[in-house]
């Protein structure tokens, strides 16, 4: 089955889906295609590995993906809002990573620093990331896979932005999408 992954930003998340695929973590999958929304350094990963990135809106992104024959779709710090004719198409084949325990600090305008920065305000000890099927509501559809990370005391939102990564995202992104990808495999879903 063919993977895309969406990237807005540095492709952080990507180098760790590639480097999952490479260590095999995959046998039911390939990332075929990374679709980026502007000039960010994802595209430079996508061509180190020897996958094509292609520039993608919301108004290109169906016409792309059905081109590509992509059969999932993992949004890995992709900033924009997936039309829903995308988010309809590939119900239950379409993950995100956010960088918090949702439901806690998920929603329109919670992305990137802005969740750390909530997260810090609030006073919280503890919080992390989330994999979560993507849906026609924002950061609302069914959670995957959770991991907990601590705050520590003088953490800066940098600073919990780049632990949550290390300890959080990297880790349980590439593992939702292997057990996404085996589910799909033995139940024999596709594309429709």
């Given amino acids: 089955m063919k993977v895309a992954v969406l990237c807005s930003g540095g492709g952080t998340n ?11 973590a995959f046998p039911h999958a390939q990332i075929a295609l990374v679709g980026v929304d502007r000039d960010c350094y994802a595209r430079q990963r996508a061509a180190a590995a020897g996958v094509p990135a292609i520039e ?52 329109k305008g919670m992305y990137g620093l802005r969740v750390h920065e909530a997260v810090l305000a609030a006073g919280e000890t503890r919080t992390g990331a989330t994999v979560h099927l993507v849906t026609d509501t924002i950061d ?30 990297w880790k349980i992104l590439p593992q939702a999408l292997a057990e996404l ?12």
């Fill in 14 to 24: 990507l180098q760790a889906l590639l480097d999952a695929e490479r260590a095999g």
């Fill in 140 to 169: 609302g559809g069914e959670i995957l896979l959770q991991r907990e990370v601590d705050v520590e005391p003088g953490d800066t939102a940098e600073i919990l932005q780049a632990r949550v990564m290390k300890e959080a995202e």
């Fill in 56 to 107: 993608v809106s919301t108004t290109n992104l169906p016409r792309v993906l059905e081109e590509a024959g992509i059969d999932v779709v993992v949004l890995a710090g992709f900033l924009a809002i997936v039309p829903p004719e995308v988010t309809r198409a590939f119900a239950g084949r379409i993950i995100n990573i956010h960088p918090s325990l949702l439901p806690a600090y998920g929603g």
């Fill in 181 to 192: 990808m085996a589910d799909l495999a033995q139940s024999g879903k596709r594309k429709q």
